[in-house]
């Protein structure tokens, strides 16, 4: 009986290995996503003056620094989508895109991120983002605090609080629209941004 049990067993363990059932690759279905900068076709505003800006870090609630990508259900609730997450942490991400758009929206030929010298910028741009993040229905929203700092001065020259929705496809069965939807913030918040560095550009320090 053990003989003949053996046998059997021997021919299952045979036949899954023929089958391949012991050694089919894991897939791996997570997908990782970055915010898309403004556009490379649209055109860039040509660089008139030297009007070097610094970014600095982007302050966001600490719900918003997991590597999923968080989705709002209601006022109340989030949920994390555990096989989309993000490339690099959200924070860094939102600041490298501002820069990067900043860089086509300014008649600047410098915008730097956080490694500057005090006295290499004219002008210093402070974020803190409230509210980063697309619900269930595919309602985008931005709501940040932003400051304008001249050079020589720890005193805003301009500040504001920027609010900013969009609504895109419900992302219910495809995290990349939410990448979508908050990169076109990002965009629009951008575009809304540059007004008053100008601003505090022609004011001067």
Known sequence: MKSGF???SLV????MLLSG???KPVTDSTRHFVLAPISTNEPNT???QHLPVGIGFVKMPSYLLRDSIAIRDGANEIEY???????ERLDLCFQ???AANLSRLLPSDSVYLTDWGRDRVTLRVLINVQQFDVDTHGHGTLIAQWRIIGAGSDLPSESGQTQLARFGATPKNDPEIIATTLSELVVEFSRQLAQPIRKSARSGP
């Open 6 to 8: 053996g046998l059997v």
């Open 12 to 15: 299952s363990v045979i036949g």
């Open 21 to 23: 059932c012991l050694f």
């Open 46 to 48: 040509t660089s008139t």
């Open 81 to 87: 989508l555990e096989r989309a997450m993000w490339g």
């Open 96 to 98: 490298r895109t501002l």
